[in-house]
């Protein structure tokens, strides 16, 4: 959780102090990253409910090259490999360079849960049974597109009007786990 402005955590403060160091603040910021990716691999692995076997079947190498991913001292990523992790999950990489004041946030939410993801073909957005619904706050108009029905229809009164209104069943995505256990998705 990002503190409030003029606010620090204690692990922002102790950064803060720390940091000051340039050899120490890159290390840190590297082993960081090392055990992020390697986390996130085993959390999208389990997520799946692969052994560490089944993942190596797809990315066609071997389970201790898998293990090898999954150790958070391991630093010797490729993008290519990475990339490919990426398919094998349905996922898209997305490599970007951050300031370090996002450190903080990026340590506080370093839990299981938060490094999965919604594998594309669960995708309530863009993959294959995608529905978006799109509240536009200019009229208060609740439209809803559901692509794999070619239905559109809009809500004038959201509030009031959705719980009458919305689609049957059928025509809504079927859920598949919690990833598309809302109804929609709110775009303002």
């Known amino acids: 959780m990002t503190p409030i402005a003029g606010e620090s955590s204690a692990l922002t403060i102790a950064l803060r102090r720390s940091f000051k160091d340039e050899e ?3 290390g840190y910021v590297e082993s960081f ?4 990716i390697a986390a996130q691999i ?3 692995r389990l997520q799946r409910g692969w052994e560490q076997f089944d993942l190596a079947s797809r990315m066609q190498t071997t389970q201790s090259g898998i293990s090898r991913l999954e150790d958070v001292n391991y630093s010797s990523w490729s993008l290519k490999t990475l990339k490919r992790l990426a398919k094998v999950f349905g996922l898209r990489l997305k490599v970007s360079f951050e300031e370090f004041a996002t450190l903080p946030e990026d340590i506080d939410n370093f839990r299981p849960i938060a490094l999965e993801r919604t594998p594309f073909e669960n995708d309530c957005i863009l993959g294959p049974m995608a529905s978006l619904w799109v509240f536009n706050s200019y009229n208060d ?3 809803i597109q559901d692509t794999s029905q070619g239905i559109s229809q809009s809500l004038v009164n959201p509030d009031e009007d959705f719980q009458k209104r919305k689609p049957p069943q059928s025509q809504q995505i079927e859920a598949k786990g919690a990833e598309c256990a809302a109804i929609g998705h709110y775009a303002r």
Request: proline share 0%.
């Open 141 to 143: 108009e609740l439209n």
């Open 33 to 36: 990253l090392d055990a992020f």
């Open 42 to 44: 085993r959390a999208l």
């Open 24 to 26: 120490y603040r890159y």
